[in-house]
């Protein structure tokens, strides 16, 4: 009688398995393809670290236009831009959203070059961005693209353009390398450029006497401060000390410079989140506690732009905050 029993159970349980492992098996060939299918390297959108997941439609680097009016973005889209890129994963692309609208238009297609972050001309009629390695400008509506540096054996990303036009900022790396040999200037027509000083994601002061950059620490390879480095070159740079143990990155002033706003990861807890600074170093608060990249001040300085990131779904989206950290909602209605 117990043999019998145990006949049968083991019956059962293999006739349990077997159903199992059939519809498992569809369920996970399903899931692979959707996974295929959607997935795209966020490598190229520079969140920072690399999100675990690799989805499209994924935006980074949100940049204010200087009467406040749009915001411009780089974006993956889950439609291909083009023929040649339809058995592909996806692309990048220089997008600019209306804001009164909730009209989005693709100013420049990028294909799978990296895209890194842009910024507009003090006027208003241009954007400046980096394009596989090199730093282009093209007009707000989308026309006469021009490369503005010219060694191809470099790389050049995080362009920030001055006050009055007439440069614009950008770190230098060696290519094939992680060493940035710090930040340049290039004159907005392409024809000359000169070095700055050894500091990386440069943003210009309203008034265009400083650059703001950061610099890792020489006996700390985590921490990194912000430094002023004032054009004119009589003048010594000086420090200033943000949130310790910590890794701060792309700052970004306020229209009146008497506030910064980061995006800095914990030594010790790994969160990627938005803080903001007062310029004399005083009034660090944290903005976001569910994670934030790249923030950039309106033009009037009451709203902060920022990149929302999903863990969970492996996306980014352009968030909008006021500049306290309340109201947080997303850019698009």
């Not at 974006?75 to 592909?88: G, L």
């Amino acid at each position: 009688m117990n043999s019998t029993l145990t006949y049968q159970y083991l019956l059962l349980l293999l006739l349990v398995s077997g159903i199992v492992l059939i519809f498992g098996c569809n369920v996970t060939e399903v899931e692979k393809e959707e996974t295929e299918e959607e997935r795209v390297c966020p490598a190229d959108m520079g969140m920072f670290p690399p999100l675990k997941n690799c989805y499209v439609s994924s935006d980074s680097y949100p940049s204010w236009s200087p009467d406040g009016r749009y915001i411009a973005y780089i974006s993956t889209n889950r439609e291909p831009f083009s023929q040649e890129a339809k058995d592909s994963v996806a692309s990048l692309g220089l997008y600019v959203y209306e804001l009164a609208t909730d009209k989005k238009t693709l100013l420049h297609e990028g294909g799978f070059y990296t895209m890194s972050s842009q910024a507009w001309s003090p006027d208003g009629q241009w954007l400046t961005f980096g394009l596989g390695k090199q730093i282009y400008k093209i007009r707000a509506d989308g026309s006469h693209l021009r490369r503005l540096t010219k060694n191809d054996d470099r790389a050049y990303f995080n362009p920030a353009w001055s006050p009055d036009g007439e440069w614009i900022a950008y770190n230098d790396r060696t290519v094939g390398g992680v060493k940035n040999t710090g930040t340049w200037m290039v004159d907005s027509r392409g024809l000359s450029n000169k070095y700055l000083y050894g500091i990386a994601d440069p943003v210009w002061s309203s008034d265009g006497n400083h650059v703001l950059g950061i610099r890792t620490l020489a006996y700390n390879d985590v921490e990194r401060i912000f430094i002023r480095v004032y054009i004119e070159s009589y003048m010594q740079p000086d420090t200033l000390s943000v949130r310790d143990n910590a890794i701060n990155t792309k700052p970004d002033y306020s229209s009146d410079d008497a506030q910064i706003v980061f995006q800095s990861q914990g030594r010790y807890d790994g969160d990627i989140d938005i803080w903001k600074i007062n310029a004399d170093g005083t009034g660090l608060k944290r903005l976001t506690f569910n994670g934030g990249q790249h923030p950039g001040w309106s033009p009037g300085g009451s709203t902060i732009a920022y990149v929302n990131i999903d863990y969970f779904e492996g996306r980014g989206k352009i968030w909008l905050m006021d500049s306290d950290g309340t109201n947080r909602r997303p850019m698009r209605r």
